[in-house]
């Protein structure tokens, strides 16, 4: 079983930054590929953001690319989302979740259903 907190989250302005971070327990982070996803208030939850095992490949949501960065520190079993340019639209929820990957496999994945853990979430709330 995969434990995933995550924390990081407020209410900013349009323009600021924040830095997401999700601390993982329960196995060894380097198995596990790595997601953000984020949903507003009436909307579906959807992909912000994934990364893979080793760090090495990342892929993001069109909403996002350039302004938003996933990162991963194997050391200390976290992964992080550091938020640029924020805009009111980015105002979700957002959620990391996590997916055991085999030994030597390079995935990300986009998808909710390719995901077997989940954190509670954190509130991100962007002022105009």
């Known amino acids: 079983q995969v434990q995933l907190v995550e924390s990081g989250g407020g209410l900013v302005q349009a323009g600021d930054s924040l830095r997401l971070s999700c601390a993982t327990s329960g196995r060894t982070f380097s198995s596990l590929a790595m997601g953000w996803f984020r949903q507003a208030p009436g909307r579906e939850r959807e992909f912000v953001g994934a990364i893979s095992r080793s760090g090495g490949n990342t892929i993001y949501a069109d909403s996002v690319k350039d302004r938003f960065t996933i990162s991963r520190d194997n050391a200390k079993s976290t992964v992080y989302l550091q938020l640029n340019s924020l805009k009111p639209e980015d105002t979700a929820v957002y959620y990391c979740?996590?997916?055991?990957?085999?030994?030597?496999?390079?995935?990300?994945?986009?998808?909710?259903?390719?995901?077997?853990?989940w954190g509670q979430g954190t509130q991100v709330t962007v002022s105009s």
């Open positions: 979740a996590a997916s055991v990957v085999p030994t030597n496999m390079v995935v990300v994945f986009t998808l909710l259903k390719q995901y077997n853990y």
